[in-house]
Antibody
Framework: EVQVLESGGGLVQPGGSLRLSCAAS????????MSWVRQTPGKGLEWVSV????????YYVDSVKGRFTISRDNSKNTVYLQMNSLRADDTAVYYC????????????WGQGTQVTVSS | DIQMTQSPSTLSASVGDRVTITCRAS??????LAWYQQKPGKAPKLLIY???SLESGVPSRFSGSGSGTEFTLTISSLQPDDVATYYC?????????FGQGTKLEIK
């Protein structure tokens, strides 16, 4: 059974840092890209970042470029999101999601981890 | 960047109705489009990929169509369990932008 489990969320002050982790199981992790998607309270979904299966290529939404870094450790079946210089508008539930393969959407999602940026 | 616009924002329909949600892209995305269903407090669930391919395990009352810049998600006979917010997402190139969502309610 495929499972994706995020951790590392919490309350952080503006300007602070947080590292999210996403542990995956039930599939050959090193064969699939992974994305982070966030959702602000009562609002829609925003795709944040992607990392390809090998980790060689990463992309970010403009609003987090230069502040967030995505990485993965295929030996640990884990993807990370390092978030620096956090702002109030980064407050959201952060989801980790597996790419379906063949460039066809996100087929397995975690339950999300809450990140709150507030003083 | 390509923008994705869904309509309507909210939709109220009766059980058994045929329901259609539209997603428009500001530039062509060929068929690189997915649809997701999200219920309150839950993670999104993939329904449709490549504009019209039904994800495994998804009821056949869901279908997707379209190409280029205009796409539709259709529920052939609305069921109470379909109450949710539906999102389209383009993935032809980064960023993988979502539409703003369509909230579906039962009359």
């Amino acid at each position: 059974e495929v499972q994706v489990l995020e951790s590392g969320g919490g309350l952080v002050q503006p300007g602070g840092s947080l590292r999210l982790s996403c542990a995956a199981s039930g599939f050959t992790f090193s064969n699939y890209g992974m994305s982070w998607v966030r959702q602000t309270p009562g609002k829609g979904l925003e795709w944040v970042s992607v990392i390809t299966h090998s980790g060689a290529i990463t992309y970010y939404v403009d609003s987090v470029k230069g502040r967030f870094t995505i990485s993965r450790d295929n030996s640990k079946n884990t993807v990370y999101l390092q978030m620096n210089s956090l702002r109030a508008d980064d407050t959201a539930v952060y989801y980790c999601a597996k790419h379906r393969g063949g460039n066809s959407g996100l087929d397995y999602w975690g339950q999300g981890t809450q990140v709150t940026v507030s003083s | 960047d390509i923008q994705m616009t869904q309509s309507p924002s909210t939709l109220s329909a009766s059980v058994g109705d045929r329901v259609t949600i539209t997603c428009r892209a500001s530039q062509t995305i060929v068929t690189w489009l997915a649809w997701y269903q999200q219920k309150p407090g839950k993670a999104p669930k993939l329904l449709i990929y490549k504009a019209s391919s039904l994800e495994s395990g998804v009821p056949s009352r869901f279908s997707g169509s379209g190409s280029g810049t205009e796409f539709t998600l259709t529920i052939s006979s609305l069921q109470p369990d379909d109450v949710a917010t539906y999102y389209c997402q383009k993935y032809n190139k980064y960023p993988y932008t979502f539409g703003q969502g369509t909230k579906l309610e039962i009359k």
